[in-house]
Structure formats: C-alpha cells, structure tokens
C-alpha cells in the first residue's frame, strides 16, 4: 500500500506560479499511474493530470493545457505539479492519487489512493 502527501499550495496572484509535490511512503511509485485533481467548494472533483511513472508519458485536462507541467523524480518517489499562468479559477484543493499501471486514467474512481489535499488559492 502506498501513503501520498501533497504539498506546495499557498495563496498566489492571478499569473503567478507554485508548484505541488506528491510524495509516496510504504512502497515506490514503480508500476504506478499517478494522477493530480481539484476540488472547488461545492464542484465535482475534476482531473487535472496524469503520468505513467515507469514511461512518463502524461496527460492534461484541456483547462490547463499549455500551463501545467507534470513530472516525476526517481530519487525522490516524487511527482510535481507545476503551475504557471495560475487563474481565479484554478482556486481549489489538490489532490494526488494513485493506481497500479496503465493510463491515463481521467476518473476518480479509478484511482485506489489518495492524498489529503493542499489548497490552492488564486487572487484576482
């Protein structure tokens, strides 16, 4: 089983950047698809992103398309969610998760794992 803690998040002006971490305990991400969603209050959770962590092949919601960057670090059991060109709207709580193999996976339920959230709050 794999434990996943998300970090990173801040309050940040409309066109800055942050970037979230997701680190794995109990197991490496070794055979894992790794996936990074959002909540707002009152909204359905909604994919962001996704890596194969053994081909780092990924995918993005068109919504952050061209702004978003996802990436992984071996060393570190490590996947990063790098925002740039940050909106009002991408006000939310992130959220990491996981599953063995395959992808990508754009739905919740697909996943097996998560992480407890970091909130990301986005100035106009």
């Known amino acids: 089983q794999v434990q996943l803690v998300e970090s990173g998040g801040g309050l940040v002006q409309a066109g800055g950047s942050l970037t979230l971490s997701c680190a794995a305990s109990?197991?490496?991400?070794?055979?894992?698809?790794v996936g990074w969603f959002r909540q707002a209050p009152g909204k359905e959770r909604e994919f962001v992103s996704y890596i194969n962590w053994n081909y780092g092949n990924s995918y993005y919601a068109d919504s952050v398309k061209d702004r978003f960057t996802i990436s992984r670090d071996n060393a570190k059991n490590t996947v990063y969610l790098q925002m740039n060109g940050l909106k009002p709207e991408d006000t939310a709580g992130y959220y990491c998760a996981a599953r063995i193999g395959g992808g990508p996976f754009v739905r919740p339920y697909f996943y097996d794992y998560w992480g407890r959230g970091t909130q990301v709050t986005v100035s106009s």
């Open positions: 109990g197991r490496t991400f070794s055979g894992y698809a």
